[in-house]
């Protein structure tokens, strides 16, 4: 397919190199952006998508992931956030399933490869998006802008926006949807390769191109939109069509439309196989998908609930013109931007309106250029440029649907080619009226430093979620849920006092924030300041009164004030608004056990085992609650019950040993009691209890070890002076007789 255009490489001063080096070269460059990020932990979303999925087990079947969410609930319902992505999430179960566990690493070093693989294929799209699609007689693709394609690509692998999809691990979805998105490109220029005079075309490829369309919609919502880009690609590229003329003729109702270059070359048959694949992929997923759009909540994006047509407006726009300024100037990256992060705007007073009527005018600007200048190239590119930056954006833009969030880096990773499409084009208009190209060229080498070093330093704060959550303090200080993950963070590593700083910032940024105030409640409950505990917990379910673990904590502080009814009352709410909840259910128990309704109890337990078998605590107190009623049999049954379903674990096994030695088992008692010290060897009532056995038992050399072991582990443990006590004088009685 022979294509006569300027040539964009022609004034501008950079490095040339053959297609390989510059593939290598990429591939390096992006490598070393991103490659301190292979040895960082699950962060942020990784927990809910990867370590508490149940997808991702070899337990669940595999049909499961079809008709599961990312996040590992039914489609079906009514709480599930509708994001479809089973290929993703596949790929996290071979990760799981090859690494024999949750090791990050694997994932990790997945992700940055195909970031690597990505932008070394944007070699290959910049060269078409350049420089145009043109074949040499033996069927191989020409480059014909080899210094601005590897510029372009160099700027797409450098950018720091993409540390969240590369150093965060699900950002594989975009990821993958980016790659699969690209593959569907190349593959619908090869449907022309063979098209010597713009004739013919391989349906065949524009097929193939359409199935990798799908499955890059199978790997995030984003990739459906590849096949509205082909069709922006093969009427601009493949058919040269003039928009504005068309328009024109189109107005004026032109006779010369009826035989138009584009039926010629087959555009509205190749159009409406794209058209007829995306609508039958988007029927299949609604069909799937089997109920409406997810509920979000105001906190994810406030100008979504906004009363005011005007304000949602605004704010959109104000979104847009945030995501543009990430793109020019990624210095300020959070990990999230919701919850205030981003005030609204609710008057036309607002000085930020300035950077919306900036964003149009550049853009006003830009698509005048793409439609009306005399320059075909020139319309070619700008065009180009702005349906990559714009049309892989729409699904995020609120226009169509609401969506989850006010900014998300992740989503501008397909965006940024157009980005890269509209600076280089811009590079190159300069690099031809600049009479110092060099400088110009030093410039752009500096940006693309920078954007490296900024890459290094952004995806090692990814490496932990410590580094990550406090880089956002200064980037949003006014966001709760930054303030809510610090705290977090630092009572997860037993920093209370700190954390309950950091929760109270963020109930005060966020008077609503109800899992804040169930946090910070729960911390209070710990160091027993119970008042503020349950006034913190009963506004929780007073503004969010479906909060089942608010009603859980809230039953917990009660019961701790011995308010045993409300307590009582506030486990069975907790109950109604989550049927499946085995935590619930333990703590109703341990009421019960209070009030001495043993049966209750026992039953409260039962219920939290069966809805989660690995729940030790329960059967724990099962065990011990049959113990200490005497009922040693059934202690026994449940024990051993226990045992077969969690094994390992050396509680249980400590618990059955008492309950087996009661019953004068001394032999099968030992050696649980022996195999519980060997798990958890400095555990003082372990040996006390053990010591205890051998007492009884007669084995009294090993009792007197047991004990003194039990004592230097733990001096005040109650009971095991005063048997050890006993032993001595017992012993000390044998040897007199044994002397006389």
Known sequence: MAQTEPNLDHDVSWFLLPSYWAKMVVALISFLCFANSYDGDFVFDDSEAIINNKDLRAETPLGDLWHHDFWGSKLSSNTSHKSYRPLTVLTFRINYLFAGGFYPVGFHVINIILHCTISVLMVDVFSILLGGLQFSNKGRRLNLAPKTSLLAALLFAVHPVHTECVAGIVGRADLLCALFFLLSFLGYCKAFRENKEGHNFSIFWVLVSVILGAIAMLCKEQGITILGLNAVFDALVINKLNVLELIQKLLHKDKSLENPGLLRKGLLFRITLLMSGGASILYIRWRIMGTGPPAFTEVDNPASFADSLFVRAINYNYYYSLNAWLLLCPWWLCFD?????????????????????????????????????????????????????????????????????????????????????????????????????????????????????????????????????????????????????????????????????????????????????????????????????????????????????????????????????????????????????????????????????????????????????????????????????????????????????????????FSLANVLGKSQKYKESEALFLKAIKANPNAASYHGNLAVLYHRWGNLDLAKKHYEVSLKLDPMAPGTKENYNLLRRKLEQLQKKGGA
């Open 337 to 653: 931007w919701s919850m205030g992060c981003i005030p609204l705007i609710k008057s036309v007073s607002d000085w930020r309106i300035i950077a919306l009527a900036a964003l149009w005018f550049c853009l006003i600007g830009l698509i005048c250029q793409a439609l009306c200048s005399e320059d075909s190239h020139k319309r070619r590119i700008l065009t180009l440029g702005l349906g990559f930056l714009i049309i892989p954006f729409l699904p995020a833009s609120n226009l169509f649907f609401r969506v989850g969030f006010v900014i998300a880096e992740r989503v501008i990773y397909l965006p940024s080619i157009g980005y890269c499409i509209l600076f280089t084009y811009g590079f190159s208009l300069l690099s031809k009226q600049a009479k110092k190209k060099k400088i110009l060229a030093v410039a752009v080498l500096g940006i693309l430093l920078i954007n490296v070093m900024r890459c290094v330093l952004r995806s090692s704060q990814w490496r932990s979620e410590e580094q990550l959550f406090r880089s956002a303090l200064s980037v949003c200080p006014l966001n709760a849920k930054v303030h809510y993950n610090v705290g977090k963070n630092l009572a997860d590593k037993g920093n209370q006092s700190a954390a309950i700083k950091y929760y109270r910032e963020a109930v005060r940024l966020n008077p609503k924030y109800v899992h804040a105030m169930n946090n910070l409640g729960n911390i209070l409950k710990e160091r027993n300041e119970l008042q503020e505990a349950e006034e913190l917990l009963s506004l929780a379910v007073q503004i969010q009164p479906d909060f089942a673990a608010a009603w859980m904590n809230l039953g917990i502080v009660q019961n701790s004030l011995r308010r045993f009814e409300e307590a009582e009352q506030s486990y069975w709410t907790a109950i109604k608004h989550r049927k499946k909840y085995p935590d619930c259910y333990y703590n109703l128990g341990r009421l019960y056990a209070d009030l001495n309704r043993h049966i209750d109890a026992l039953n409260a337990w039962r219920n939290a085992t069966v809805l989660k078998p690995e729940h030790s605590l329960a059967w724990n107190n099962m065990i011990i609650l049959l113990d200490n009623t005497g009922n040693l049999a059934q202690a026994e049954a449940v024990g051993r019950e226990a045992l077969e379903l969690i094994p390992n674990d050396h509680s249980l096994m």
